[in-house]
């Protein structure tokens, strides 16, 4: 049976997620794999600010973490967006966007970094952004040649916010 969006639930993620959300961003190239220490440090220590969606056989289809900055504290960055292959180019990404932001009290803007090219973050972000009438400013935030060794294309850094 297909199932859809409606049939999923989104919730933060507990630290028995950490090893699925694991494998999950393993399943998504090219995100930057992490350890799964790391994920379970995503799940429990960042819960708050990151979200799962889950089917109903408890099967993790998509994940977000964020995190906010100590410096500013109004502002919610965004880590990483995965999503299970066969869940892409539903809008899930972009549900998944939308409720994580509104469950963050006092938060008024949203960060990310995108590398150039990748499109899909692109297209995520910028109607994300559009939805929330945010303006949008972009920098290099870090560079491939000052902090990536020429190793990693820059990581543009996308800020949203009602200013």
Known sequence: MAMNLTDLNFRS??????MAV???IGRCPPLDTNSGYCN????????DTSIVAVTPDNEIVGFISGYLPPQRPETLFVWQVALDEKWRGKGLARQ??????ER?????HLETTISPGNTASEHLFKRFFESQNMMV?????FSRK???ANKHPDEVLYRGGPD
């Open 13 to 18: 993620p507990l630290a028995e997620d950490g």
């Open 22 to 24: 694991n494998e999950l």
């Open 146 to 148: 000052t902090h990536f």
């Open 40 to 47: 379970l440090l995503q799940c429990s220590d960042f819960s």
């Open 96 to 101: 998944m966007l939308s409720d994580l932001f």
């Open 104 to 108: 963050q009290t006092n938060v008024s």
């Open 137 to 141: 400013e972009k920098t290099v935030r």
